[in-house]
């Protein structure tokens, strides 16, 4: 008959192979639950009225090489079937819609309930920064509304 060594091992092991099982349902709940930030409010841009909702209210951070933030865009009015394209950027300026073509970020995608966005953002954000979005229908109207950055985000260097 074999001797067994009162270590931690031998006097814990079958505790923290309880907890491994146990912690898997605590991400789950993570998960399940959410908490999204308050929106930023409604604006119009020609026939849509979007509202806007950030995915948390950190700093923007690195995808690919490109900086960016995640948002939710729900349309509130218009069809979002009429949208022949739709950008979404950070800065004190919309960026021109023949830069934003060049890549894949910034782009709108999603169903009819809400679009979402990875935004093209600079490494940090400035206290003139705007949060710009660019539509363009299929007729060729381009539809450019903006809003303001919350002081959370505008980075303290």
């Known amino acids: 008959?074999?001797?067994?060594?009162?270590?931690?091992?031998?006097?814990?092991?079958?505790?923290?192979?309880?907890?491994?099982l146990i912690l898997p349902f605590w991400f789950l709940y993570q998960q399940l639950t959410?908490?999204?930030p308050a929106v930023w409010g409604s604006q119009k841009a020609g026939p849509y009225e979007i509202t806007v909702v950030p995915s948390d209210m950190e700093p923007p951070y690195a995808h690919h090489g490109d900086y960016v933030k995640d948002f939710t865009l729900t349309f509130a009015a218009g069809k979002?079937?009429?949208?022949?394209?739709?950008?979404v950027s950070i800065g004190p300026q919309?960026?021109?819609?023949?830069?934003?073509?060049?890549?894949e970020t910034g782009i709108l995608h999603?169903?009819?309930?809400?679009?979402h966005v990875h935004a093209i953002a600079?490494?940090?954000?400035?206290?003139?920064?705007?949060?710009w979005l660019r539509i363009q229908d299929w007729q060729g109207?381009?539809?450019?509304?903006?809003?303001?950055?919350p002081h959370v985000l505008v980075s303290k260097r």
């Open 1 to 20: 008959m074999a001797r067994r060594k009162d270590t931690f091992w031998h006097r814990y092991k079958y505790k923290l192979n309880g907890l491994v």
């Open 34 to 36: 959410p908490t999204f």
């Open 80 to 87: 979002i079937s009429s949208i022949r394209q739709g950008y």
């Open 94 to 103: 919309p960026m021109p819609l023949v830069k934003l073509q060049q890549g």
């Open 110 to 115: 999603g169903n009819r309930h809400s679009q």
């Open 122 to 131: 600079p490494e940090h954000i400035a206290r003139g920064d705007r949060l």
């Open 141 to 149: 109207e381009e539809h450019v509304v903006s809003w303001p950055m």
